[in-house]
């Protein structure tokens, strides 16, 4: 692993520029459940069950209290020393750097505020291209507004509306079935495009179009560093494989 480990610093080092994209798998030594693992989010409900827009027009209850179990178990979250290497590297390489990410959790935004001791964090603030868990959105008019601190799921009634149409409000996060802010995933892919290096950080690439992310950077002739337990579909097209977890190899890897 070692030298595994220095070919992917070297590959990093004469890197001009540097695209992270991350998964549920750099989050999941934060305390964070995974989507696809043994403890994972989709274990006791299925994604198609909940995070869909049919799912919201059918139950909104259900899918406001699945989201509200959520938010309460991904707020007890931390960020871990994978997310913490990630922002101090991006807070070093301001505008070099893309970190793309498909969490949800808000931990890449928290970090690169913790990593600055107070300057400007924004050049390691992620690109989030399945929204965020601490944001709503109307449902009618699109309007986006801070996560509000306590949702009443204990009936239709009770749910949160917009204040200037009426309509019910939902977690601004994409769906399954839900294009992504097509802005934001242009920005994401022409940043992999840019990048020598893309280090592809625990996710099983499974999901679209998120997983093309990476493919941009290879197309264009550059480099995939990936850091997973586990094989992934992507695993041979990368330059190097870091068999391990996030928080005890990023440190290493990005120092
Ligand atoms: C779209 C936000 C179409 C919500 C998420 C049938 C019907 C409808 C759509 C489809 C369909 N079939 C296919 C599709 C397309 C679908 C898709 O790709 N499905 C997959 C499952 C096949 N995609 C979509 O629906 C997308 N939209 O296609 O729109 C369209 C097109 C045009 C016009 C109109 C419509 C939208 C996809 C976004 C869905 N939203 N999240 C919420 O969170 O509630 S996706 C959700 O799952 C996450 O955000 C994340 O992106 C994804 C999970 O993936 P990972 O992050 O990779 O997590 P996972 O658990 O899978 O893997 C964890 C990895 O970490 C593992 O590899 C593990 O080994 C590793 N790991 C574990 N521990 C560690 C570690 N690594 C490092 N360190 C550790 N310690
Ligand atoms: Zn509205």
């Known amino acids: 692993m070692k030298d595994l480990l220095e070919e992917a610093r070297s590959l990093l080092g004469a890197a001009r ?3 992270f994209f991350t998964g549920a798998g750099i989050s999941a030594e ?9 403890d994972g989010l989709w274990r006791s409900w299925r994604a198609e069950d909940l995070a869909t827009p049919q799912a ?3 139950d909104p209850r259900l899918v406001w209290e699945w989201y509200v179990w959520r938010r309460s178990v991904v707020s007890a979250c931390r960020p871990n020393e994978g997310h913490l290497a990630l922002a101090r590297f991006a807070l070093a390489r301001p505008g070099r750097t893309a970190v793309i990410t498909q969490n949800v959790d808000g931990l890449h935004r928290e970090a690169a505020v913790r990593a600055t001791g107070g300057a400007d964090p ?3 603030y992620p690109l989030e291209l399945h929204g965020s868990l601490f944001r709503d959105r109307c449902s009618g008019c699109g309007a986006r507004t801070e996560a509000l601190d306590s949702v009443d799921v204990s009936s239709l009634s009770t749910l949160p509306r917009c204040g200037r149409c009426g309509a019910l409000l939902r977690p601004d996060v994409v769906w399954f079935g839900e294009t992504l802010e097509a802005v934001v995933l242009a920005r ?3 940043a992999a495009r ?3 290096v893309c280090v592809v950080v625990g996710t099983s690439t499974l999901v679209y179009p998120a997983a093309y992310v990476p493919c941009a950077t290879l197309e264009a002739g550059g480099a995939v560093v ?3 337990p586990e094989e992934t579909p992507l695993s041979d097209e990368a330059a190097v494989v ?3 977890r996030a928080a005890s190899l990023l440190p290493g890897l990005l120092a």
């Open 194 to 196: 840019a990048a020598e």
């Open 30 to 38: 934060s305390g964070v459940p995974t989507f696809r693992g043994e």
């Open 122 to 124: 924004a050049s390691a």
């Open 17 to 19: 520029r540097v695209a």
């Open 242 to 244: 870091l068999r391990g």
């Open 226 to 228: 990936e850091v997973n």
């Open 188 to 190: 994401a892919m022409a």
């Open 56 to 58: 919201f027009r059918r």
